[in-house]
């Protein structure tokens, strides 16, 4: 189901199955009909593709959506949207959150995140858990005597998430990542 979510070419491998097939059925016979049943079907096909890929919210889309918009956050200096997307009871992340996203100490221009990748996902445990890695790169410009631009990249080894009630993917407290680089 997975890739059926989240890959388009799934969907035109299996369009491409009807049209071979309606061509396979209607060959050697006089009527045609075959094939244009092949050609709707591998229509209704693509649409429904893109429906499922474009338009269905899976788990590791919202968990996505959720580093994504933290990104944005930081990027904006907005603690308090960063914070939303941490647990009440995640203090770690939460005191490192208030010192990284301080507009006083460094203006931060731009976030890249990469490697992104779901090392597990349990739907079963309550409330549901995930725990996802990916790199992030970070540059901008510093103040106080620690001032001018900078770069820095850090690999987060893990980043467990819970589902909450409302629907939203919350960073916990269960957070590993390696010192940042390249300041």
Same mark, same amino acid.
């Given at each position: 189901?997975?890739?059926? &979510? ?26 045609? /009909?075959?094939?244009?049943?092949? /050609?709707? +079907? ?10 499922? @890929? ?9 968990? *996505? ?5 933290? *990104?944005?956050?930081? /990027?904006?200096?907005? /603690? ?14 939460? @005191? +490192? ?31 549901? *858990?995930?725990?996802?890695?990916? *790199? $992030?790169? $970070? ?11 900078? &770069? &820095?990249? @850090?690999?987060?080894?893990?980043? !467990?998430?819970?589902? !909450? ?9 269960? @957070? ?8």
């Amino acid at each position: 189901m997975h890739l059926l &979510t989240t890959n388009l070419l799934a969907w035109l491998f299996i369009a491409a199955a009807f049209v071979a097939t309606g061509y396979a059925l209607t060959t050697g016979t006089t009527k045609k /009909i075959f094939m244009k049943l092949g /050609i709707v +079907a591998a229509l209704a096909t693509i649409v429904a593709g893109v429906v499922c @890929v474009y338009f269905v919210q899976t788990d590791e889309k919202r968990i *996505r959506r959720t580093i994504e918009e933290m *990104r944005v956050a930081i /990027i904006a200096g907005d /603690i308090n949207k960063v914070l939303s997307f941490v647990e009440d009871d995640a203090l770690k992340v939460r @005191v +490192a959150a208030n010192v990284y996203v301080d507009p006083g100490k460094a203006q931060i221009k731009n976030i890249k995140v990469s490697d992104f990748k779901v090392n597990e996902l349990n739907r079963m445990s309550s409330p549901p *858990r995930a725990r996802v890695s990916f *790199r $992030a790169s $970070a540059s901008g410009v510093a103040t106080g005597e620690w001032g001018g631009p900078f &770069t &820095t990249l @850090v690999d987060f080894d893990l980043v !467990e998430l819970r589902l !909450e009630s409302d629907g939203v993917w919350r960073v916990t407290d269960n @957070v590993n990542f390696g010192f940042p680089r390249g300041f």
